[in-house]
């Protein structure tokens, strides 16, 4: 396995989107821009590092988890402006 900056980066996402679990699971009501825009943020990166490091399966899961997290901070800005 090759260590570069790639697999630095794909760690990076793994841990966000496991940490975006974890903060699910622990709160009774979680904020959604935390859970989705972390989700986003860890899919992305883990995308850029299966750019590198081709795992075809792997890329389109994350290709489906961005599009689960923007759908996500989709409808959390919608329920926002509703409010307003």
Not at 54 to 83: D, H, M, Q, Y
Request: glycine share 8%; aromatic share 10%.
């Amino acid at each position: 396995m090759s260590f570069d900056i790639y697999t630095l980066i794909g760690f990076a996402g793994m841990i966000m989107i496991v940490s975006a679990y974890g903060y699910m699971t622990a709160k009774d009501d979680p904020n959604p821009f935390i859970l989705h825009g972390t989700n986003l943020i860890g899919a992305v990166l883990l995308s850029i590092s299966l750019l590198v490091h081709t795992n075809l399966p792997s890329l389109v899961l994350e290709v489906i988890w961005i599009s689960v997290a923007v759908w996500g901070l989709a409808k959390a800005f919608a329920a926002r402006r509703a409010k307003l």
